[in-house]
């Protein structure tokens, strides 16, 4: 089992910026995928970023240029240094855990708004 623990949702204005972050704990394999989703209301999930063991990273082209995913290995953490946020940007983000299993945080909420 993997147990995933987000934090650092909130509210922001339009323009600001949130880091979120992921800790991983329990029986983590070295080769693994790491990253994020998010679900606004009345739609599906979508990957966000998603960063492998060897730090090759995916993004979505929505958030190119504005969201940085990275991971601390030591700290079994993944980031989401979001910037320019946008009112479209707001959702429940979830952390995301891939070897040959698949687990998932509980979501964080992040809300962009004036």
Known sequence: QVHLVESGGGLVQPGGSLRLSCAASGSIFLINTMGWYRQ????????????????????????????????????????LQMNSLRPEDTAVYYCSYSDRRDYWGQGTQVTVSS
Request: aromatic share 10%.
């Open 40 to 79: 606004a209301p009345g739609k599906e999930r979508e990957l966000v970023a998603r960063v492998t063991d060897t730090g090759y990273t995916t993004y979505a082209v929505s958030v190119q240029g504005r969201f940085t995913i990275s991971r601390d290995d030591a700290k079994n953490t993944v980031y």
